[in-house]
């Protein structure tokens, strides 16, 4: 199946361009064209004054919506994934199909979750409950299937794990723009591994004099990044960063019968050198984990507490490749056997009884930065032959932290306050602690569905 990506570039609202991009499209072999975040066409004026929720009991416009994104898609010739923004600023994704085939899906809602002015876990009295498993119901298309995310979506492993559990081809998430590359591409990588499906991301170009660039990224199951064409045939001298273009990309089904051999790139900054935290709160040489452990109360299997300096350490163990399943972390980091313990600080310790260096180096050293950085915890992994330490930076870039010769790693424990340093009142953020509560309905779904799978 072929998907185009629209590297859209919102400086640009002519028209007549539009158009003319649609046409183009539409003669080519393309079965899916993905819009970025909050897309601009010469109908977004009209469609942001129209709503995708009953609000405060009135009509929603979802008929009308979905007219529009109609005749976009119609133009074009193909089903499309395009995003807006309505009148109360929640900000959706809506797949539009002009002519489903037999299984196809027609048309399907998703509606953005975190830093957004209104999310769908402001949904209240039973009804984001009521509404994951619509909202996470994968598209069909040609034999395929596949699951929409928007943007920072794409942070939050739960979102993503309901698709995975149900078994998508690919995760596809329209972004807005110039964000930090490194940053990005961890997460759409480590996305398509745990999952084990495809992902693909597009944004658009909003601002020249912007510090970070706009690009459309795309990695299979194994974390290898993807080929794409731009549609005018010619390849981009910046790679996958041209403003206008649309990048197309020939998707293949996701087998999920793994071989033996590891498969997958070595991650993009493996040679990143460690470096030791200017603030060291608390040390731990994971060698000694074992007899620690027996220590420290155990509230439930594989999670323990201390007391330290006025805080509360949680440890949360998570051994071998459980690493992989972001839900088995975060069933113990959300546990309500520590919800009301104060002034939190968390480290998740990942003991294996031995590590391929090629596996460190293609699968685990990607995952376990981003179980840092989603969590907002220190990683501690450690085996026989191999250790090592990981903290997300105070910008969310990621830091190795050196081992000393002692064989501790000293952490900063101000950048481990987990799930608190997330669901928190931040307005530039556009985020709410009260997300908190939908977002553990939601986990909590991921462990069930999980444990009826297997």
């Known amino acids: 199946m072929n ?39 010469p109908l977004s004026s009209e469609i942001e004054e129209l709503a995708i929720f009953s ?21 074009v010739g193909c089903a499309i994934i395009f995003s807006a923004c309505d009148r109360s600023e929640a900000i959706y994704s809506l ?11 027609e048309c399907k809602l998703y509606v953005k979750s975190v830093v957004t002015p209104f999310s ?26 596949l699951g929409m995310t928007i943007c920072y979506d794409a942070t939050m492993p739960a979102i993503n794990r309901m698709y995975g559990l149900k078994e998508v081809d690919a995760i596809i998430n329209s972004s807005g723009g110039h964000v930090d590359y490194k940053k990005w591409s961890y997460y759409q990588k480590v996305r398509a591994m745990e999952n084990q499906c495809s992902t693909l991301c597009t944004m658009s170009y909003r601002d020249p004099e912007a510090r970070n660039n706009s690009w459309i990224f795309g990695y299979n199951q194994f974390g290898e ?32 019968e793994l071989g033996s051999e590891v498969r997958g790139e070595t991650d993009e900054y493996f040679s990143q050198q460690p470096t030791q935290n200017k603030i060291v709160e608390f040390t731990i040489n994971p060698d000694h984990w074992p007899q620690e452990k027996r220590r420290l109360r155990n509230v439930e299997p594989g999670l323990y507490t201390a007391d330290h300096n006025q805080k509360t350490l949680v440890f949360v163990e998570i051994s071998g490749e459980d690493i992989l ?16 313990l104060p002034n939190k600080r968390y480290l998740i310790i990942n003991p294996w009884p031995e590590i391929d260096c ?28 191999l250790s090592a330490c990981f903290q997300v930076g105070r910008n969310k870039s990621f830091q190795v932290v050196r081992r000393e010769s002692n064989g501790e ?26 997300w908190r509560d939908n977002y553990e309905l939601l986990l909590q779904r991921v462990v069930d569905f999980n444990e009826i799978k297997k």
């Open 3 to 41: 998907i185009g990506l629209y590297l859209q570039d919102a400086t640009n609202t002519s028209e007549e361009g539009f158009y003319r991009l649609l046409d183009q499209v539409s003669k080519r072999d393309i079965d899916l064209l993905v819009f970025p975040e909050v897309a601009w066409s």
């Open 55 to 75: 609000y405060d009991g009135e009509r929603n416009d979802l008929p009308e919506i979905e007219s529009l994104v109609r005749s976009i898609a119609e133009r």
């Open 95 to 105: 797949y539009l199909n002009p002519s489903p085939q037999k299984g196809d899906t």
């Open 120 to 145: 769908v876990f402001d949904l209240s009295d039973n009804g984001y409950e009521e509404y994951i498993d619509e909202l996470y119901e994968p598209i069909s298309l040609n034999g395929y299937r």
């Open 225 to 256: 990044v993807l080929s794409f064409t731009p549609l005018n045939g010619k390849a981009s001298l910046s790679g996958r960063n041209q403003p206008g273009q649309v990048y197309v990309c020939s998707l293949n089904k996701s087998c999920r």
């Open 325 to 340: 399943h972001p839900e088995t972390v975060q069933r113990l980091m959300y546990s309500m056997a520590i919800h009301d």
């Open 358 to 385: 090629e596996y460190y180096q293609k699968v685990l050293s990607n995952v376990l930065k981003i179980r840092s950085a989603e969590n907002y915890s220190a990683v501690i992994l450690h085996s026989p032959n």
């Open 409 to 434: 790693f000293g952490i900063d424990l101000s950048r481990t306050t987990g799930p608190e340093a997330i669901w928190k009142n931040k307005t530039l953020l556009q985020m709410r602690a009260s």
